[in-house]
Nanobody, 116 residues
Framework: QVQLVESGGGLVQPGGSLRLSCAAS????????MGWYRQAPGKQREFVAQ????????TYTDSVKGRFAISRDNAKNTVTLQMNSLKPEDTAVYYC?????????WGQGTQVTVSS
């Protein structure tokens, strides 16, 4: 099994920054990519960003391009989401994910609240 643990969420004012981290453990040797989804109350889970573990190629949803940056530290089996210029509409629970063997593994989520 793959275990994913997120950290770094919290309350921040509009225009502020947060950095989320996802640490992977367990049977992780076959993971090719990792990324982040987010989900606001009453909304569907929304793709945010992903990164290929070996190549480092990144993908972002349009609403976060230029503000968010995903990166990875392969030695530590971690993926980081740097979030800048945060907006109230970024408020959500952010979930780390890692597909493996045809199944998506999810972290438990970390709350990000952007509010004045």
């Amino acid at each position: 099994q793959v275990q994913l643990v997120e950290s770094g969420g919290g309350l921040v004012q509009p225009g502020g920054s947060l950095r989320l981290s996802c640490a992977a453990s367990g049977s992780i040797s076959g993971i090719k990519g990792m990324g982040w989804y987010r989900q606001a109350p009453g909304k569907q889970r929304e793709f945010v960003a992903q990164i290929l573990i070996s190549e480092g190629r990144t993908t972002y949803t349009d609403s976060v391009k230029g503000r968010f940056a995903i990166s990875r530290d392969n030695a530590k089996n971690t993926v980081t989401l740097q979030m800048n210029s945060l907006k109230p509409e970024d408020t959500a629970v952010y979930y780390c994910y890692a597909p493996l063997d045809g199944r998506i593994n999810w972290g438990q989520g970390t709350q990000v609240t952007v509010s004045s």
